[in-house]
Nanobody, 117 residues
Framework: QVQLVESGGGLVQPGGSLRLSCAASGIAFSVYTMDWYRQGPGKQRELVAAISSSGNSNYADSVKGRFTISRDNAKNTVYLQMNSLKPEDTAVYYC???????????WGRGTQVTVSS
């Protein structure tokens, strides 16, 4: 059974930091491309950051320079370090994994991030 379980969300003041984690089980984690998506209130789900199996990463323009995605294949975990948070970063953040050259992809249930003073 495949599971992606996010953690680390919460309430933070503008300018603060949070680190999200996503623990994967039931998949060959090291070969998967892992992503973080988010969905803000009244908005569509959007891609925030992605990291390939080889460690190459890319980011949405809105988070470049503030967010960092990383992975630890030994722990089957992907992280999203979020710094200089803004109120517009408020959203439910979802972990997503895709097996290259396959239709297999999986979603976590999400973790709420609220940036407010």
């Amino acid at each position: 059974q495949v599971q992606l379980v996010e953690s680390g969300g919460g309430l933070v003041q503008p300018g603060g930091s949070l680190r999200l984690s996503c623990a994967a089980s039931g998949i060959a984690f090291s070969v998967y491309t892992m992503d973080w998506y988010r969905q803000g209130p009244g908005k569509q789900r959007e891609l925030v950051a992605a990291i390939s199996s080889s460690g190459n990463s890319n980011y949405a323009d809105s988070v470049k320079g503030r967010f960092t995605i990383s992975r630890d294949n030994a722990k089957n975990t992907v992280y999203l370090q979020m710094n200089s948070l803004k109120p517009e970063d408020t959203a439910v953040y979802y972990c997503h994994g895709t097996k290259p050259w396959s239709i297999n992809n999986y979603w976590g249930r999400g973790t709420q991030v609220t940036v407010s003073s």
